[in-house]
């Protein structure tokens, strides 16, 4: 089962023997390893190699070309009832160069069960090698990229899919007080070779850029995973099966990983492509020479006849895949019937706000019309058909009670809790002014003492009454 996939752009610079000598420090630098130097030897010099010892297992093929220079390696481990195979492809041509990695894992014993996925040390040892390469607009370094509060357009060509990166970006919204909820340093290494970390500066960034993006960004201290090439998103966010920064941090990578298993491969960076370009080299070179070597020419054509099904069957599978998504999408057009509710220029300000007022806002109506009647008929499908989110504004009005619960002073507890449901304080006056998510529409008062003991829980239910 393949359990691992990714492909990403390296040095253009380097060279078949640069990439295959980064190989062999993979592999040589395994305390698992029963191989030596000396079994590696002939890796750099010959278009085809097999290499074994005990369980291990080393095969490689190449090709050089006017327009493409390209080697497969594919090494294979027994590992008690388990069986690794690790293919890697290095593709040269005149603009650019890529490498492919593929991880699979078999099990000899068909109640054993398969380990978890995790990314391959062979990634980091590329990178370290042969890495520090563009990928559209960001750079294969294992780095978070920083966004500046002038970098409003890139930040809007990185979430509309119009970046030219191959790899997925994911996009750290800035939170309240600017924070963020996971370790962006952290998740950029272990997303490197897999995806780009970009981090946003603060919350006005955010607000810009909702305009730029039509509200398509993630924002309040959310994290998004944006796919190229307009590929949508998916969005992550504490208190919706999250706890901690730490789940999400897991949770995205374990999205990213199963993302690029599942997306096809670039042709070039496969195993099928090597075989086939070397197989018809060889071909051509015995035709060249006049061989007469039939069972050697039978052979070699039955290699590129294998290439080639390979490469079909893979063409058949993503066409089943296509299908069924498309099968999907068909099915959804249908039951909507070209219906779609627009949010037009409002943003959520906090998770599900949209979805549960609107979905509120039905099943009130349909408490107001008559139950024999079409438009109660239209309303009750409606409700039916949309999930009722988790809900938030409960949450957020139960909060803002316990936080203004006997309030007499605004002191650092109350500023630190106030902040971290989403408001902003200033002093104006005799009285402070809390503003909600830097939206001047929701500002409220509050005096610099409470004289009244109920006077916190009051501003509570007014600001909860307008605001959730």
């Known amino acids: 089962m393949l359990s691992f996939a990714t492909e990403l752009s390296v040095d253009s610079s380097r060279e078949i023997a640069d990439f295959l000598r980064t190989i062999e420090t993979w592999i040589l630098g395994s305390p698992h390893t029963q191989l030596a ?8 010099n010959t278009a085809e190699s097999h290499v074994q010892r005990g369980t291990e297992t080393i095969d490689t093929v190449s090709f050089a070309a006017t327009e493409e220079q390209a080697v497969g390696v594919r090494y294979t481990k027994n590992d008690h009832d388990l069986q690794w195979t690790t293919t890697a492809v290095f593709s040269k041509r005149p ?7 593929k991880v699979s894992c078999e099990s000899n014993h068909p109640a054993f069960r398969l380990p978890v996925a995790k990314k391959p040390v062979l990634v980091r040892t590329l990178l370290e090698a042969m890495g520090g390469i563009p990928d559209g607009l960001l750079c294969v370094d294992g780095r978070a990229r920083r966004l500046k509060n002038t970098d409003i357009d890139i930040a809007a060509r990185l ?38 970390v970009v981090v946003e500066p603060n919350r006005p960034f955010s607000l810009r850029l909702k305009i730029a993006v039509d509200s398509e960004n993630v924002y309040g201290g959310t994290v998004g995973i944006y796919w190229p090439e307009d590929g949508g998103r998916r969005s992550f966010f504490l208190g919706r099966g999250y706890e901690s920064g730490d789940e999400i941090a897991r949770a995205i990578f374990d999205e990213v990983r199963t993302a690029l298993t599942n997306r096809r491969s670039l042709d070039r960076c496969t195993w099928a492509h090597v075989q086939e370009n070397t197989s018809r080299q060889a071909i051509q070179a015995l035709r060249a020479s006049g061989s007469q070597e039939v069972e050697k020419y039978v052979e070699t054509f039955d290699k590129e006849l294998a290439a080639k099904s390979q490469r079909l069957d893979d063409a ?22 070209g219906f779609l509710l627009q949010r037009g220029g409002e943003q959520d300000l906090y998770p599900n706000e949209v979805h549960t007022i609107v979905r509120q ?36 009005r139960e909060k803002l009670k ?27 006056g005799r009285h402070y002014k809390l503003t909600f998510q830097d939206d001047d529409r929701y500002t409220f008062t509050l005096p610099k003492s409470g004289s009244d003991h109920r006077g916190g829980l009051n501003a509570a239910s007014d600001i909860g009454r307008l605001l959730f």
């Open 37 to 44: 130097a000396g079994d590696l030897a002939g890796l750099i």
């Open 402 to 428: 316990q936080i203004l619960r006997g309030f007499r002073v605004l002191d650092a507890g109350i500023r630190r809790s106030l902040a971290e449901i989403g408001f902003s304080i200033a002093e104006e």
């Open 95 to 101: 603009l650019d160069s890529w490498v492919g990695i």
């Open 159 to 196: 979430i509309t899919g119009k970046s030219d990166c191959r790899l997925p970006v994911v996009y750290v919204s800035a939170g309240f007080q600017d924070r963020h909820v996971v370790d962006s340093d952290r998740l950029a290494l272990d997303l490197a070779g897999m995806a780009h």
């Open 361 to 396: 806002a039905i099943a009130d109506a349909i408490t107001r019309v008559p139950s024999d009647s079409r438009r109660r008929h239209v309303l009750d499908a409606v409700l039916g058909a949309t999930p009722e989110p988790e809900d938030v504004a409960a949450s957020m």
């Open 316 to 337: 058949n599978l993503e066409i089943v895949r296509l299908q069924k998504e498309l099968q999907i999408y068909q099915a959804r057009l249908k039951a909507d019937s």
